[in-house]
Nanobody, 127 residues
Framework: RVQLQESGGGSVQAGGSLKLSCEFS????????LGWFRQTPGKEREGVAA????????YYSDSVKGRFTISQDKAANTLYLEMNGLKPEDAGLYYC????????????????????WGQGTQVTVSS
């Protein structure tokens, strides 16, 4: 059974930093894409960063590029999202998610491709 659990959310002022963590277990395939998504009320869920488990290839949305860093600790089965220079528009419920990679074309920010999701951790940014 695949499980993902986010932590590290909180409240910060604009310009501040947070580091989110996502511990996961139960993955049995050899290659995965792991992603961070966020959602705010009234808006669609947005992919912000993704990484390939097997080769550390990373992807970032334009809205966070240069400010957020995705990384993974393979020994600890943990995914991270380091967020710097936070803006009020970065606020939302942040989810980690994962999908196996087969011989297919991965769209790292397409939420419908992801099979497994965590419960989310809240990020609040005050101006």
């Amino acid at each position: 059974r695949v499980q993902l659990q986010e932590s590290g959310g909180g409240s910060v002022q604009a310009g501040g930093s947070l580091k989110l963590s996502c511990e996961f277990s139960g993955l049995t395939h050899s290659t995965y894409c792991l992603g961070w998504f966020r959602q705010t009320p009234g808006k669609e869920r947005e992919g912000v960063a993704a990484i390939y488990w097997h080769d550390d290839t990373t992807y970032y949305s334009d809205s966070v590029k240069g400010r957020f860093t995705i990384s993974q600790d393979k020994a600890a089965n943990t995914l991270y999202l380091e967020m710097n220079g936070l803006k009020p528009e970065d606020a939302g419920l942040y989810y980690c998610a994962t999908r196996p990679i087969y011989n297919d074309y991965v769209q790292p920010f397409n939420e419908y491709e992801y099979n497994f999701w965590g419960q989310g951790t809240q990020v609040t940014v005050s101006s």
